[in-house]
């Protein structure tokens, strides 16, 4: 029995010889992962789904360039996020950076959240964010991307990112307080 790498080795070789039959059998175990990540970013499934395809044809497009140094999925994943982002930006999302000189960010690296606040609650919290903080939030936090990694893909600085997070993760603590207190009475 083969393994999945062996598999996954072979559908992409087939895939770099334009395959359709291995290119469809790559699409169909990806498609629902790849989906929930370009989701994440544009909060329309229709936007997520038309995302999506363009990745997976940008992705069977540039083939080529996969040199399995990482995984196909990490590959693909991140193709997915840059495809997002870059829907996001031409539908004229506003990054505005902020003056390095003048802000000095400190981070406290606090992320505890009272025992009653689920993983689902900061989600759909971040998700209602400004666009700015949603998407270093969603990087940061769900993606695992560091700040020059983040910097790099949205064209932001590193100090800009850290800020984002910093300012992100405040509203994110500060919504789910008045909502557990919401709830309390």
Do not use: P
């Not at 334009?18 to 229709?46: E, F, S």
């Not at 590959?75 to 870059?86: A, C, F, G, P, T």
């Not at 689920?118 to 560091?146: A, F, H, W």
């Amino acid at each position: 029995m083969r393994s999945t790498k062996q598999l996954h080795h072979k559908l992409i070789k087939e895939c770099k010889n334009q395959n359709a039959k291995a290119q469809l059998q790559l699409y169909k175990t990806y498609a629902k992962g790849m989906l929930l990540v370009a989701n994440r970013y544009m909060k329309d499934i229709h936007l997520a789904e038309d995302v999506m395809q363009d990745a997976f044809i940008k992705a069977f497009k540039n083939i080529d360039s996969y040199k399995e140094e990482v995984s196909f999925g990490a590959w693909l994943k991140r193709i997915v996020i840059n495809q997002s982002i870059d829907e996001l930006k031409k539908n004229k999302l506003a990054m505005v950076s902020i003056n390095e000189e003048v802000l000095n960010v400190v981070d406290d690296g606090n992320w505890e959240v009272d025992d009653e606040v689920t993983s689902e609650m900061v989600i759909n919290t971040i998700n209602q964010l400004k666009d700015k903080y949603r998407l270093v939030l969603t990087l940061y936090l769900i993606e695992g991307y560091d700040h020059n990694e983040i910097s790099q893909i949205l064209g932001i600085t590193e100090v800009t990112s850290r800020t984002h997070l910093m300012r992100g993760k405040k509203l994110v603590k500060e919504q789910l307080k008045i909502k557990n207190h919401a709830e309390g009475y």
